[in-house]
């Protein structure tokens, strides 16, 4: 060998790998932005994207196996690693910001140039639905195997609650130092639920490997808990021993945290959460009443809960999620002796007749989403300002998902405006929050949750039939980082009914943990927003803001509901996903939460009297009268405007001219509801026309 292939050598194995500890080699320091598909997936990416990502460098050829390192974020799609021809594999499918590793074996680099390309494979015989905007880059060569790299440093943590010093279930998210999620890696262990920067406890221990360098990790359990958090640099061949600390901060005495929506690969076939996993990570996140939704299937869980020493932490539910063409409905509890109903249904009348007698409850799923190409709260077949199906079906449920956590889109309050809508409509459904998922980290289980007001002094013990009758009588609040606790004449909350008075007191608190953020709360009557205090001081620990207003009662029935809004606070532990059935390339990424429904019974009937009740009234008693319709119209409030606006156009009076003219002189509130009706027909006109 002459002094220069000596030299040439030298330099490859400080490179790329040796019998000499060598420096990793950054083949691109930079992020690139890829493209699959020819449309922009969201907004915010304003760069010019690549079709694929191809990187030529000059190497030695590797005679062990080394490790490819890059930084991924926002993938969804199948991108492929290929190195000199040669599949390492694909990225994660994920949009999180990740660190993703390949092993690269032997022989694979070649002396010279060598060429690394990224490039998405589409599914043989297949389209997409929908495209794929995506980073990569900050690609590094590792000197050493990837097993062996994955060994190097050992981390062990206990997550111990301030309160009573126990050890609990929870969940430990570790990122690197630019806040990329980090693989780790663990020997096998029934008590951990284990994915790229996340590690599930279910007996509040976990112990786990990863490769030397400098990390932050977070403890956290859902919703009501605080988080703890360390940073700690690790060396090859170093163990660290941690203790995490972590306080219950949301005063939820008296509420039950259920998540309605749950899956697991085991049985619905996508995502990846396992059976025992998804144990692991209801208990990880604090929820108390899973209802368990695999699709068209009854899915008991209790043995394994009881297998796992879960039984004390939470009371699984069996449901069952009815999917449909014609829309998706999650019902429960459903009976041990229970036969799936045929999902084979083309109406919500067939569906209803279906779910006869399967269960006590049916939530409307996600309205918004599109399957099968069909979106049960479309404007091509539902006017969302006055509640009405233009196909003129009824709805087989009576509860609504107004917060779905996996499944946001570009309005997260577009879903509360459908549900006022059908409110107003005389439909009373109950607010439902949930999560929807079907993994371990992408989509959090128990991010989107329903709060419902019964015992939860024994979790592992709730009474399910209370909670059942509690939630249909809408005693429930929606949290997704942030719930508002509303309160009316210090006695009334959500799923009451207040007798008539000149004026109530509206008492609102804000609740949410100390990492989550509220800038606004709100208070609607019949849907419509009539209070809001925008949120700048800081409140006490688990209480954001809290203050009351004093609301005249008019001789009309109204219903109040508070929701709160805070801005994304970008954190690791608890990333917004983006939406996984997207209907538009807007998304603004935010904290809400609702109260239940407070009825007032301004009339003094005893009765729960909608605006669509109200409009129906007032045109009959009418007969016709265009000056006396409007005039007494006028005594009322928008929403029944937009009401008699619907029955009117049903009517086909909605044109008269006559009737026009004299809308014009009406009250402003009048001619508003009105105007909004109108708007909203014509875009469900031109939808119709599109479809």
Not at 164 to 170: F, G, K, V, Y
Request: hydrophobic share 35%; proline share 5%; aromatic share 8%.
């Amino acid at each position: 060998m002459t002094i220069l292939q000596r030299i040439g050598m030298l330099v490859f194995l400080l490179l790329v790998g040796g019998p000499l500890r060598a420096q990793n080699r950054v083949v691109d320091k930079q992020m690139h932005h890829l493209r699959a598909g020819e449309e922009r997936e969201w907004d915010f990416f304003r760069t010019e994207p690549k079709k694929q990502l191809t990187l030529r460098f000059n190497a030695q050829e590797n005679t062990s196996e080394l490790t490819l390192s890059l930084r991924q974020k926002d993938v969804k799609l199948a991108w492929n690693v290929y190195l000199n021809g040669v599949d390492l594999g694909k990225l994660d499918a994920d949009e999180n910001a990740r660190i993703r590793y390949l092993s690269i074996p032997p022989h694979t680099l070649k002396t010279g140039e060598n060429t690394l390309l990224i490039a998405y494979t589409k599914p043989f015989g297949k389209t997409d639905r929908v495209p794929d905007d995506m980073l990569v880059g900050e690609i590094t060569l590792l000197d050493r195997p990837l097993k062996q790299m994955m060994q190097e440093a050992t981390l062990t943590v206990t997550i111990t609650e301030r309160e009573t010093n126990r050890l609990i279930p929870a969940r430990i998210t570790i990122v690197d130092d630019q806040n990329n999620l980090q693989p780790v890696a663990v020997v096998p262990d029934p008590q951990l639920a284990v994915r790229t920067g996340c590690v599930y406890t279910g007996n509040g221990k976990a112990s786990f490997r990863l490769p030397e360098g400098t990390y932050r990790l977070y403890a956290t359990r859902g919703f009501e808990y605080g988080v703890d958090s360390f940073s700690v640099a690790v060396k090859a061949g170093q163990t660290v021993s941690r203790n995490f600390v972590i306080s219950r901060e949301v005063p939820t005495k008296g509420w039950v945290a259920s998540d309605t929506h749950i899956h697991t690969f085991t049985y619905s076939r996508h995502g990846d959460a396992t059976v025992a996993e998804r144990l692991l990570t209801l208990a990880g996140e604090g929820i108390e009443l899973p209802i368990f939704t695999d699709h068209n299937i009854l899915v008991d869980v209790r043995p394994t809960v009881r297998a796992m020493g879960m039984d004390t932490v939470f009371t699984p539910v069996m449901g069952n999620e009815f999917t449909t063409e014609v829309g998706h409905f999650n019902v429960f509890p459903v009976a041990d002796n229970s036969v799936v109903p045929d999902h084979h249904v083309k109406d919500w009348k067939s569906a209803s007749r279906n779910l006869a007698n399967s269960g006590r409850v049916i939530i409307l799923n996600h309205a918004r989403d599109v399957h099968y190409n069909f979106r049960p709260f479309g404007p091509e077949r539902h006017v969302s300002v006055a509640g009405l199906d233009l196909e003129g079906w009824t709805l087989p449920a009576q509860a609504m998902e107004v917060l779905n956590s996996s499944s946001q889109q570009k309005d997260i309050g577009q879903l509360y405006r459908d549900w006022f809508g059908v409110l107003n409509r005389g439909h009373w459904l109950t607010p439902v929050g949930s999560s929807d998922s079907h993994d371990v980290m992408q989509y959090l289980v128990g991010q989107g949750r329903t709060y419902i007001k019964c015992r939860d002094d024994k979790p592992g013990r709730i009474d399910v039939n209370d909670a059942v009758d509690q939630f249909l009588a809408g005693k429930v609040m929606v949290s997704f980082g942030l719930m508002p606790e509303i309160t009316v004449n210090k006695t009334y909350g959500p799923g009451d009914v207040v007798p008539a008075a000149g004026e109530v007191t509206v008492a609102v608190r804000v609740l949410g943990p100390s990492w989550s953020k509220a800038d606004r709360v709100s208070l609607y009557a019949n849907g419509q927003k009539i209070r809001e205090v925008r949120i700048t001081q800081t409140g006490k620990k688990g209480v954001k803001w809290e203050g009351s207003w004093t609301i005249p009662a008019t001789k009309q029935d109204m219903y109040l509901v508070a929701i709160a809004e805070g801005p994304d606070q970008m954190l690791p532990f608890w990333p917004i996903p983006k939406p996984y059935s997207r209907t538009s390339s807007e998304w603004h990424p935010q904290l809400i939460g609702s109260s239940g429904v407070v009825w007032i019974d301004a009339d003094g009937d005893g009765m729960k009297t909608s605006a669509y009740a109200y409009a129906k009234r007032v045109i009959d008693n009418t007969n016709g009268d265009n000056q006396k319709l409007f005039r007494q119209l006028g005594e009322f409030d928008q929403a029944v405007s937009t009401q008699a606006a619907s029955i009117l156009n049903e009517q086909n009076r909605l044109v008269d001219a006559g009737l026009l003219e004299s809308l014009k002189k009406a009250p402003s509130p009048v001619k508003t509801g009105f105007q909004e009706f109108i708007d909203s027909w014509k875009v469900s006109e031109m939808a119709r026309k599109n479809r």
